[in-house]
């Protein structure tokens, strides 16, 4: 009897032991004990979780563009899981190919697929093993390589090394991942604004023109984007467009006048046209048309074709008369007349 | 200290009052460099097979002479410089053939002729140069030409090379001939592409060739035109005419597995890799399935996503599949594997692996594939696993999804009906699984499906047109509503 009561009593001490070593006497540090979704984020990392889940990180999976039968297919093009709902990047590991995840794939690029480490601690800035998710302070969570391993399949990250950005050891977080409000006390912002960000885009680019002898010259340049412009391989374009100004105001129709892009795999005969970092390229508007007023077009774009807003039949460039029907303005500017004050 | 936190104590004490056995269903195989030694061992068996002997130099004018010739002749006067080409210089004449072939500046007659003389010299060099001009020259009908000469050649090897080609060729006539070429080698890759031209082909002549074509494999094949496609996508593809694969395409074949491995960062090789390994015949399931056990982890989870992709072509994979499904890397995808190629063994083994405890990917993976299977027996596992108040979203969702294929949607209609209204929920998951339980109602012909299949299409925007994200969630929205009407109705209740 008194043996018995003695077992007892020490079951019961080891079981006490054990529960506060296992969850430190607190109920703030009791995490889940599975991952399965990022929504188990959102309590303590309100903020934060509303920032990601306004990103296109978070719209991976349900980006219209990305469903769409000319591009995944609602996913049945499988070649796209692997970066539009990926497996933690730390299990797969910084600078190897990510792979795809069977598991909650409508959340995208997630908070668990970028910060999960295979311990089952979260990847962070602060180390703190006591808090739910036991965040442990993870330094390639700001390199490069780390946003390389889906985005380097498009030369992103190889495009970044060449630059001065690179030089002074701005990389990616500089641009598409801010403090919050410029102040480093805030943390970074996980909105991670990019291609989707029109004035961020505008930011990267310049756009003159202006006369001269012969007709009007055209000055692109990419100022700003320690990359490419656009950086995306497959999907992303922005075209020059030009018109003439009639007297009668008259809006005439637009003329393409030169498109940037990197082709898809499959458009053997479509030159690469990208405007790499720091690189200005120089058009030339010229003939009859060009010797009155005109004004030049830059716009962007997340498809490479244009569509008939209505039926989304396709239209060949040349025959595209409105191109702000299927694009965003970049820039715009108007260059006078010959003969006419500036 | 709230009660919940004393559980893990108690499952503690629990667990040291068991007898300590292994949760695991089976034991994680053990993984070993296969890949490479597969290569290492075709390569050490293909290096006996010796280079083309170069051409003396005084017969180049010979070779040149024999293109002039075939290129001015026909009928039976054609056979004389075939047979010299076969018989008197043979492979040595390959390098001076290429030359002919890949100059564009010489004229199209002589560089076809040439083309033509290496197809009859039916060597791994010249089809070599025949495959680089199918690849790479600039005139669709110079890569036309080249596929129908690699085509009545033994060369098999060429079969990965010309599936890539077909994935990314734009001519139509070039599709023609690569399909054909492809059917020579009993490989059914091209068969989509041929039974697309037969019946919307830029003209009469391209849409009487492809349907020719398709009768002709279907002669061979002892089947009807229209039942070859239905074939090849099933576990019966191996009623269609085999290849005997020779030890260059076996390497080939290897090598394209190689190309999955985690050495290789870009995805562009990866996707070839895996359109082609899929797009290959039955052999290849068998050829490749020991890659599940390569140590190389991209490796072996490509490799299962290669065999899913094949589909009940690779249903010769399914123990293997069972035996990677105790590997925790592995095991989603072999997981999901196993519901597209449809063993039926495996149904005991997917449904063992969607019990709380397993972990919560293969959950998942398993459920959805139990639901592919489309047998009824993993209906009481699905069954199981809905419990939208305590199991994850995604999970029950995938079980939902399951149960719809396996014609149990009713029981779940009003859960995903649900989830098109919720900003949280995978609406667009939700949505194609409730077109699926219509769809099938409405083929069912039960009450009120077909009028409801209606008004849900309709609800969808114009063809072609890319909705916004706010046309997206209106048109969730709206479906949910339509759907929410008429549902006590569909469900008969």
Redesign the interface.
């Known amino acids: 009897m008194r043996m018995g009561a003695g077992i007892f009593v020490s079951a019961l001490f080891l079981w006490l032991l054990v529960s506060l070593l296992i969850t430190g006497g607190s109920e703030a540090n009791a995490g889940p004990q599975t991952w399965t979704s990022s929504r188990q984020c959102m309590s303590c990392h309100e903020e934060v979780f509303a920032e990601w889940q306004d990103s296109w990180h978070a719209r991976s999976w349900t980006d219209p563009d990305v469903r769409a039968p000319s591009q995944s297919n609602n996913f049945q093009n499988k070649d796209c899981i692997d970066c539009h709902a990926p497996r933690p990047v730390f299990e797969t590991g910084v600078g190897n190919r990510v792979l795809p995840r069977s598991s909650r794939r409508s959340e995208g690029v997630d908070c668990i697929a970028c910060h999960l480490l295979p311990n089952g601690r979260m990847a962070g800035t602060i180390d703190n093993p006591r808090a739910a998710c036991k965040p442990q302070a993870t330094v390639q969570l700001q390199r490069e390589d780390y946003c390389g391993v889906c985005h380097n399949q498009h030369k992103t990250v190889d495009q970044w090394r060449d630059t001065a950005w690179a030089e002074r050891g701005e990389g990616c977080l500089h641009c598409h991942m801010p403090f919050r409000d410029g102040d480093p006390n805030r943390g970074r912002h996980h909105g991670m604004p990019g291609g989707h960000d029109l004035e961020l885009v505008a930011s990267a680019v310049t756009l003159t023109a202006q006369r001269d002898a012969n007709g009007v010259g055209v000055l692109v340049s990419n100022v700003a984007a320690a990359h490419a412009y656009p950086t995306d391989e497959r999907s992303r374009a922005s075209d020059l467009w030009w018109r003439p100004l009639a007297e009668s105001g008259e809006e005439l129709p637009w003329r393409h006048l030169h498109r940037i892009r990197d082709p898809y795999r499959w458009e053997v005969d479509v030159p690469s046209t990208l405007l790499m970092a720091a690189e200005g390229r120089e058009l030339r508007i010229d003939g009859p048309d060009a010797q009155g007023p005109l004004e030049v077009l830059l716009v962007y774009k997340l498809t490479p074709f244009y569509r008939d807003p209505a039926s989304g039949e396709p239209f060949a460039l040349g025959e595209v008369t409105d191109p702000l029907s299927d694009s965003q303005e970049v820039h715009r500017v108007r260059v006078d007349g010959a003969g006419e004050p500036k | ?2 009660p ?7 499952v ?2 629990l667990a040291a009052c068991g007898d300590g056995s292994d949760p695991e269903l089976s034991p994680a195989p053990e993984l070993g460099p296969v890949v490479r030694e597969r290569l290492a061992e075709l390569e050490r068996q293909l290096a006996t097979v010796e280079d083309p002997p170069g051409l003396e130099p005084g017969r180049v004018e010979e070779v040149d002479g024999l293109v002039t010739m075939l290129a001015s002749s026909k009928g039976a006067l054609r056979e004389v410089p075939l047979e010299a080409i076969r018989e008197d210089i043979g492979p040595a004449a390959i390098g001076r053939l290429a030359e002919h072939v890949a100059d564009s500046a010489r004229e199209t007659n002589l560089r076809l002729a040439a083309a033509e003389l290496l197809g009859v010299l039916d060597h791994p060099s010249a089809a070599e140069v025949l495959m680089r001009q199918v690849e790479q020259a ?1 005139e669709p009908w110079m890569r036309s030409w080249c596929a129908w000469y690699l085509g009545d050649t033994t060369q098999d090897q060429v079969v990965p090379r010309l599936l890539r080609r077909l ?2 060729e ?1 001519d139509p006539a070039t599709f023609l001939w690569l399909g054909r070429a492809l059917l020579n080698f009993e490989n059914y890759g091209g068969l989509a592409a041929l039974e697309d031209l037969a019946t919307r082909g830029e003209d009469d002549n391209q849409r009487r060739t492809a349907a020719e074509l398709l009768q002709a494999a279907a002669d061979r094949a002892d089947f009807e035109p229209s039942e070859l496609a239905g074939l090849w996508a099933s576990q019966r593809a191996g009623e269609l005419p085999q290849p005997t694969p020779t030890l260059r395409l076996r390497h080939e074949i290897w090598k394209l597995v190689n190309e999955l491995s ?1 050495e ?5 090789g ?2 070839d890799a ?2 082609v390994l899929s797009n290959m015949g039955p052999w290849v399931a068998r050829e490749i399935a020991p890659a599940l056990g390569d140590s190389d ?2 490796v072996r ?1 490509h490799t299962a ?1 290669v065999l899913e ?1 094949m589909g009940p072509r690779a249903v010769s994979s399914g123990p293997a599949l069972l035996v990677a499904l105790a590997d925790p890397s592995l095991a ?2 072999a ?2 594997a196993l519901g597209r190629v449809g063993h039926p063994p495996a149904v005991p083994a997917l449904a063992a692996r969607t019990v709380p405890g397993q ?7 398993a459920l ?1 594939a139990l639901g592919r299977t489309g047998l009824a027996e993993g209906l009481p596992s699905l069954r199981a696993a809905f419990q939208p108040n305590t199991e ?4 029950c969702q ?1 079980a939902a999804t399951a149960l719809v294929l396996l014609d149990a949607g009713d029981e779940v209609a009003p859960w995903l009906a649900q989830q098109l209204a919720d900003p ?6 939700a949505e ?1 699984a409730l077109e699926t339980w219509l769809w099938r109602g409405s083929e069912a012909e039960r009450k009120g499906f077909g009028a409801a299949l209606e008004a849900w299409r309709a609800a969808a925007g ?8 706010d ?2 969630r209106e048109r969730l929205v709206q479906r949910g509503q339509q759907l929410n009407e008429v549902l006590a109705g569909l469900l008969g209740t």
Do not use: C, N
């Open positions: 200290m709230s919940r936190a004393w559980t893990p104590g108690l503690l004490l600039s994935r990314y734009k985690e290789h960062f870009q995805l562009r990866v996707d895996r359109h982890a991209h989870l996503q992709r989603p995808a997981a999901e972990a919560h990917e293969l959950r998942v993976a959805r994850p979203t995604d999970l995938a949280l929920a995978d609406g667009e998951g194609l114009p063809p072609g047109v890319i909705p916004s994200l046309q997206v």
